[in-house]
């Protein structure tokens, strides 16, 4: 398993932006598919974002589509999430989660099977304000 750490949330207005980073340790990073999460209050967790062990493979969820960005530095074993034009309803704790990368699984599979991502951070507060 590889162990990972969010950074990068905080406070910001609607229309703003932060980039999360999410570090992991462990020499095989590089052989994992990484996905963002985030969990609103009293809501369920939900898929944010998705991106394969090389990074040329991407998917997002409709509600971050062309605000989001995901992206990796496979050297620096950190994957990224770049939020612009942030809404209200982006407000929530936000995790990042590794899978064991299945060339074979599409970026929507692992959207919708949460439970292929083994390991997951403690989560880093994103709120904002309208």
């Known amino acids: 398993q590889v162990q990972l750490v969010e950074s990068g949330g905080g406070l910001v207005q609607a229309g703003g932006s932060l980039r999360l980073s999410c570090a992991a340790s462990?020499?095989?990073?590089?052989?994992?598919?990484m996905g963002w999460f985030r969990q609103a209050p009293g809501k369920e967790r939900e898929f944010v974002a998705f991106?394969?062990?090389?990074?040329?493979?991407?998917y997002y969820a409709d509600s971050v589509k062309g605000r989001f960005t995901i992206s990796r530095d496979n050297a620096k074993r950190t994957v990224y999430l770049q939020m612009n034009s942030l809404k209200f309803e982006d407000t929530a704790v936000y995790y990042c989660?590794?899978?064991?990368?299945?060339?074979?699984?599409?970026?929507?599979?692992?959207?919708?099977?949460?439970?292929?991502?083994?390991?997951w951070g403690q989560g880093t507060q994103v709120t904002v304000s309208s």
């Open positions: 462990g020499r095989t990073f590089s052989s994992y598919a």
């Open positions: 989660a590794a899978a064991v990368d299945d060339p074979g699984l599409s970026g929507s599979y692992y959207a919708t099977h949460g439970g292929l991502f083994a390991s």
């Open positions: 991106i394969n062990w090389s990074g040329w493979s991407k």
